[in-house]
């Protein structure tokens, strides 16, 4: 079962009352994967009826997509050994879903992306010059 928090829940939910906006493009707030496969989905939207996700899909077959999938489906599916469908609870980035998406269609997956986002992400900004007069009392 996919547990959505509260917190990711309201997260998700005011996503999709701000769809409508023309400069809409949050960043992905659920990252859902498959233990044993390449399937990935980002959600930044859950629409009214608590079921339907907005966001970018990735099956594994190289070519990641923008679009609704249903959550419950997504839960439903058994894979191998028992296992099924996990949510990243440590998943977190401030990079919207257009970037996203486009940097997964060039790497042709999810996990590809990833790991180039977070570098970008994680890589540190530049240093902001320091001022000559702090810390000599002038």
């Known amino acids: 079962m996919i547990v959505l928090t509260p917190e990711l829940h309201a997260a998700l939910r005011r996503n999709a009352e701000r769809s409508a906006e023309t400069d809409h493009d949050p960043a992905p707030v659920v990252k859902l994967f498959s233990p044993i496969g390449a399937a990935t989905w980002l959600a930044t939207e859950l629409l009214d009826d608590g079921d339907t996700l907005f966001g970018l899909a990735d099956l594994g077959f190289g070519c990641p997509e923008l679009g609704y999938f249903s959550l419950g489906e997504i839960a439903r599916l058994h894979l191998p050994f028992g ?46 010059p320091t001022d000559p007069e702090e810390g000599n009392g002038g």
């Open 83 to 128: 296992l099924t469908i996990e949510r990243d609870i440590g998943f977190s980035t401030s990079t919207s879903l257009s970037v996203w998406a486009d940097t997964a269609r060039r790497a042709g997956s999810i996990r590809e992306a990833q790991s180039i986002l977070w570098r970008i992400e994680s890589a540190p900004g530049p240093e902001l």
